[in-house]
């Protein structure tokens, strides 16, 4: 008979675990979609919903409730010391939990085809659970257990002695969250899975990100307080954001703003970009919903170039209006979609589950062996629970020249157009801050539509003698009437500006532009030049300061200082030697209980930890 149910008992313990791993605030939402997930996949929800699930967490009055047979509990520990549990297998202590563990591990694992189903693992613990069970034959029923790993074994284990719950307290020695439980427990039968979708086919606002910074204060009283005590950090990709909504072989492309873009990107599987995509995704996914970023692919230098930034070809492309063709591949640059969030399922919006079981889903959406850094390929989050760990991945990414990186919480839910503290969805990039500022000269002005100036171009200064600048970006003409006028004045001369397309004394990184015109070398202005962001070497949301008037073009700074500047900015540094902080007197204690700690290998490498604890199906034996 077929399995009424996807999970396999490896898949039950990966979500319990991160339950009674949860901080005491975010339990609620990670219990909804624990049950959520499980009901999700259910092969016959009518027989195999999430009532089955109740006797396991509510054990009182079920079949769980039998005693074990007298000698049981002693011979599965390694000593026949005498406790309480031998009266009462609820009484079981953790230590206890711990040496069984321990002995069941050095037993030989038996060969198998694949881990057991959770359905299969449920009916072998209910048919241990009879007052005529012998002892013998108690012993011979649990012998499968041998073939678990550590914390299959310890949730098998507390399973039979009814002591799931307590697992899950987050508060020792206070009120007991039975009630809590219950209460969530009845809230999401009450709410059974509605197949009728209100997002898909329909534009939506994404959720946003709030800009915090890489500094020790923000990373105490923001990251750490609605993230908790681990969270997960991923690349800032420099795109644009889209959501794409599947729906079997037709297909919707919006914008961050809500535009359909639907024609340029293709209807259909068929049709331009959609057509590309589609044979990545799984047979089985009919309709999704992804939240997505849209890239600019160079084919020659195979890398992604960002919003702004000049191709190989000295060309700068907008992603949403490129033209698409299957059989063009004389192109320099294509599109590249990076997914990081799904939000619906086959008629099932997942907006409510909790984005580390989103991203669960997000792992079965493509065949993975399909997917591709030059086409579509997942963001990569990384789990982190140390703030070297976090600063190490910052300087990383700044090494790199990336835009910057982005915080989530395991445990935030999707709120359409929201961008607030307790969301817990950060974005952090290179700040210049109010006390950074340049000196650069204004080289050449653009001309909008209607011939008149809407920005300036920047130079720094490569060379005294000759003169010459270097194109460090632009910044915006919207700028006080005063300082406006007075910028044009100085820059026309009595000649105006020059006719020709290029200058011998300016370095560009892009083809020449009919729109830009050059200043004469004898009427360039020095300006004050604040920045939000160096990237690639060009500057991110400059902003005008002041006029320097008492500067000569010759007494700007340098390519170097603009290198060297963005270099300083983009570096930081552990969180104890940051100086004008005083070192924490109370130590924010992490969210991992004390059992997790005990029933672990003693390593203390965190990413030896997050594999234990998140990718428990890979370590089981075979």
Not at 186 to 196: C, G, H, Q, S, V
Not at 564 to 586: P, Q, W
Not at 609 to 614: G, K
Request: hydrophobic residues 35%; glycine residues 4%.
């Amino acid at each position: 008979m077929d399995s009424r149910h996807k999970w396999s008992f490896n898949d039950f313990v990966t979500r319990i675990e991160e339950l009674s791993n949860t901080p005491k605030r975010f339990r609620a939402v990670v219990f909804k979609t624990f049950l959520r997930e499980f009901e999700f996949a259910t092969n016959d929800s009518e027989e195999y919903g999430i009532e089955v699930l109740k006797d396991i967490f509510f054990p009182d009055g079920t079949i769980f409730t039998t005693p074990f047979p007298d000698g049981l509990l002693q011979s599965l520990l390694p000593t026949n010391e005498p406790s309480l549990a031998d009266e009462d297998k609820t009484k079981i202590r953790d230590d206890q939990i711990q040496q069984i563990i321990v002995k069941m591990e050095s037993h030989p694992k038996d060969s198998l085809q694949g881990p057991p189903s959770f359905e299969e693992v449920l009916e072998k613990l209910k048919s241990f659970c009879h007052d005529d069970l012998k002892l013998s034959e108690a012993i011979k029923r649990l012998e499968f257990v041998h073939n678990f790993d550590c914390l299959g074994i310890e949730w098998i284990i507390r399973i039979l002695t009814c002591t799931v719950q307590l697992k899950l307290e987050c508060d020792r020695g206070k009120k007991s969250m039975a009630a809590d439980m219950h209460k969530w427990f009845n809230e999401t039968m009450a709410e059974p899975l509605n197949r009728i979708s209100s997002i898909i086919g329909e534009p939506q606002s994404p959720m946003l990100l709030l800009k915090t910074t890489s500094g020790v204060n923000d990373y105490n009283t923001k990251i750490l307080k609605f993230c908790g005590g681990s969270f997960y950090v991923e690349t800032k990709y420099d795109g644009e954001r889209f959501q794409v909504h599947k729906m079997r072989n037709s297909y919707k492309f919006y914008s961050r703003n809500g535009i359909d873009y639907t024609e340029k990107f293709g209807k259909n599987s068929t049709k331009e970009f959609a057509a590309k995509i589609h044979s990545l995704f799984q047979q089985d996914v009919a309709h999704c919903v992804l939240d997505c970023e849209i890239l600019v692919w160079d084919r020659k230098t195979k890398k992604l170039i960002g919003k702004n930034e000049a191709a190989s070809d000295g060309k700068i492309y907008d992603v949403k209006n490129l033209l698409e063709s299957k059989d063009d591949d004389d192109r320099v640059v294509s599109r590249v979609l990076c997914v990081f969030d799904i939000l619906h399922l086959n008629g099932i919006d997942l907006i409510n589950w909790t984005l580390s079981a989103r991203l669960r889903v997000l792992d079965d959406v493509f065949d993975q062996e399909m997917l591709a850094e030059d086409l579509c390929f997942l963001s990569k989050y990384t789990l982190t629970m140390k703030r070297k760990d976090f600063i190490d991945y910052y300087n990383q990414a700044m090494a790199q020249k990336l835009e910057g990186i982005v915080i989530k919480s395991l445990y935030s839910i999707y709120l359409f157009g929201s961008r607030a503290q307790t969301n817990g969805w950060y974005k952090i990039k290179p700040d210049y801050g109010s006390a950074h500022t340049l000196d650069l000269a204004i080289i050449a002005v653009r001309m909008d539509k209607y011939n008149k100036v809407h920005a300036f171009d920047l130079g720094a200064l490569t060379s005294k003698n000759p003169l010459m600048f270097k194109y460090v970006g632009a910044v915006s003409g919207h700028i006080k009437k005063l300082d406006r006028d007075r910028i044009l004045t100085l820059l026309k001369g009595e000649n105006g500006y020059l006719t020709t397309n290029e200058t011998a004394w300016v370095q560009r990184s892009v083809i020449s532009d009919k729109t830009i015109k050059y200043v004469d070398i004898k009427n360039i202005v020095v300006v004050e030049i604040r920045a939000s962001g160096v990237m690639r070497g060009q500057l991110r949301f400059a902003s005008v300061v002041c006029i320097r008037g008492d500067k000569d073009p010759i007494d700007c700074n340098t390519l170097k200082d603009v290198e060297e500047y963005e270099a300083t900015l983009r570096k930081i540094v552990d969180a104890d030697k940051e100086s004008g902080f005083r070192k924490r007197k109370r130590v924010i204690k992490s969210a991992v209980p004390i059992e997790l700690k005990k029933f672990h290998s003693i390593n203390t490498n965190s990413e030896a930890r997050m594999i234990c604890c998140y990718n428990i199906k890979d370590s089981f034996y075979f």
